[in-house]
């Protein structure tokens, strides 16, 4: 047997794992199920390059060009582009088709990296729009049009907005009346809608991006729907941007050698939406209602299925667990899960987001229950034996959010400061973490997941930023922009 990567995966898989994470599809089961079963029998064999009759990616005449056809049917949209490296190709291509060369984009604070990274390739100055604060766990909230028209106002020269709906958490913001607003200052919106793909065509969640009025919108169709991770879809919802423009970008950002095998799963699963569609959407919404009728029965067990702030909506497809009010973080649940061999998605602070997507099957539903009632009842039973144990737990709406010693933003999580822009031109230097309050940042300081910047270059670093950094490296969290040393980049200093 191979080892590393192969040994892992064939391990993961003989586990028979509950997937509560991206990608949607969930496995083999959905394409077997639904007829799609010789693809994945003669997977290797598609494994192909532009050969005579397999079109061309960034020429599309034939095969591939019908595939994106059916998404530009799907979306009811201007024209729809396969993405063979994630939204995030997408999004920097749109990025770099909407703002000139050393002109403003105004994106929101909890963007994901792609964009910073498009700030860099494009030499695109960031003004930042701030999310409302989602209070109760200290996440990002909405996106409001009312602050979007303020910086539009103070920023006549930035015609381009970009901000992700729904975000990591679930939680979207009115599209429709950003759109209004960006629209009315003669601008481009863009929508990371890279966890909403599913939005278009379920009946009871947040209007979809494409019906909302945004000009560019990328879908991440791997995320909850059933193609390969790593595929993705951009579409053109308006004349606001030029075509000939944003494919030059496309071409610039992707592989010359783009993956059949992605391109294919794109195919099949438009095909799925558009042949089995109804009822596994109908199916998928019904798993959840139920789903959520039962958890909240479930003694210590708080649901984030509204955001606090106004003007916002839920995504319910995003199962955000809290059972901080039985002493359990996010981490600890995580870890308590994956030991009945169910795997999540994310984790912040309290808070465990459980991905659900359109493969995920009603057995997959009753298993999370079984085992959040279970590991319930053992922390209930744990705490009655030392009597630390209120004695009103058993009712739900009793329960009151709080902070545990488990959790890395037990000092406030320092996502949403709103710190001045210094120039990040001139030469950097490494150096060690601990000694860097003060500092101007180098190279973004981003925790993965969710890969929204903590703190970006040209921000100034400070000691809630460190201690919050030293604390997620102390967990065994993933932090990119900081090496084994704990050294980050830094701007070097006048000598």
Same mark, same amino acid.
């Given at each position: 047997?191979?080892?590393g990567i192969t040994e892992f995966l064939l391990k993961h898989t003989g586990l028979c794992p509950v997937s509560f994470h991206m990608p949607g599809h969930k496995g083999s089961r959905l394409y077997r199920q639904l007829g799609y079963g010789q693809f994945l %029998? ?9 050969? =005579? ?15 994106? $056809? ?5 979306? +009811? *949209? ?35 990296? #792609? ?7 494009g030499n695109i100055k960031p003004v930042y729009a701030y999310p409302q604060e989602e209070e109760r766990y200290g996440i990002a909230g909405v996106v409001t049009a009312e602050e979007i028209e303020k910086i539009m106002e103070a920023h006549p020269q930035a015609k381009a907005v970009v901000l992700p709906s729904p975000n990591y958490y679930g939680i979207c913001s ?17 929508? +990371? ?24 919108? *990328? ?16 579409? *053109?919802? #308006?004349? /606001?941007? #030029? ?13 010359? #050698? ?5 391109? @294919? &799963? ?38 984030? /299925? ?13 199962? %955000? ?9 996010? @981490? ?44 319930? @009842? ?9 009597? +630390?144990? =209120? ?8 329960? $009151? ?8 933003? &037990? ?27 003060? /500092? ?54 006048? /000598?």
């Amino acid at each position: 047997m191979a080892g590393g990567i192969t040994e892992f995966l064939l391990k993961h898989t003989g586990l028979c794992p509950v997937s509560f994470h991206m990608p949607g599809h969930k496995g083999s089961r959905l394409y077997r199920q639904l007829g799609y079963g010789q693809f994945l %029998d003669h997977i290797m064999d598609c494994d192909i390059t532009e050969i =005579p009759g397999a079109d061309n990616l960034f020429q599309t005449e034939g095969i591939i060009q019908e595939t994106q $056809e059916k998404y530009r049917e799907l979306y +009811d *949209v201007r024209k729809s582009y396969l993405l063979i490296n994630g939204t995030s190709g997408g999004l920097i291509a749109a990025v770099l088709a909407a703002v000139e060369p050393g002109d403003e984009l105004i994106l929101a604070r909890n963007c994901h990296k #792609s964009v910073f990274n498009a700030l860099s390739l494009g030499n695109i100055k960031p003004v930042y729009a701030y999310p409302q604060e989602e209070e109760r766990y200290g996440i990002a909230g909405v996106v409001t049009a009312e602050e979007i028209e303020k910086i539009m106002e103070a920023h006549p020269q930035a015609k381009a907005v970009v901000l992700p709906s729904p975000n990591y958490y679930g939680i979207c913001s009115d599209i429709a009346a950003i759109a209004e607003v960006v629209h009315k200052y003669d601008g481009v919106l863009i929508v +990371d809608q890279a966890h909403g793909a599913h939005l278009k065509f379920m009946k009871d969640q947040p209007q979809a991006a494409e019906d909302c009025g945004a000009d560019i919108i *990328v879908d991440s169709i791997h995320k909850t729907l059933a193609s390969f991770t790593q595929s993705a879809v951009l579409h *053109v919802n #308006s004349d /606001r941007i #030029s075509l000939p423009i944003l494919e030059d970008g496309l071409q610039k950002i992707e592989s010359t #050698s783009p993956s059949y095998l992605l391109m @294919a &799963s794109l195919d099949l699963s438009a095909e799925i939406i558009r042949e089995h569609g109804t009822q596994l959407f109908e199916k998928w919404q019904e798993n959840l209602d139920e789903f959520y009728r039962k958890a909240e029965n479930i003694p210590g067990l708080r649901l984030l /299925r509204e955001c606090s702030e106004k003007d916002g909506s839920m995504d319910q497809t995003k199962i %955000d667990l809290d059972m901080s009010a039985l002493g359990i973080s996010g @981490a600890r649940l995580e870890e308590a899960l994956m030991e009945r061999n169910i795997f999540c998605e994310l984790t912040t602070g309290n808070i465990l987001m459980c991905m659900t997507g359109i493969g995920n099957t009603k057995a997959d539903y009753d298993k999370l229950l079984e085992a959040l009632q279970e590991i319930a @009842a053992q922390e209930s039973r744990g705490r009655q034996t030392t009597q +630390d144990v =209120p004695k009103d737990l058993e009712k739900p709406e009793n329960l $009151e959010h709080t902070k545990t010693s488990e959790n890395p933003a &037990s000092l406030k999580i320092p996502w949403n400061k709103k710190r001045p822009l210094h120039s990040a031109a001139g030469e950097t230097e490494t150096e060690d973490i601990s000694r860097c309050s003060g /500092r101007i940042c180098g190279a973004s300081i981003i925790p993965y997941p969710p890969g929204i910047p903590l703190v970006c270059p040209g921000e100034v670093l400070d000691e809630e930023d460190i201690q919050y950094v030293l604390r997620l490296r102390e967990r065994g969290e993933n932090v990119i922009g900081i090496d084994e040393q704990n050294r980050i980049t830094v701007i070097s200093e006048p /000598r």
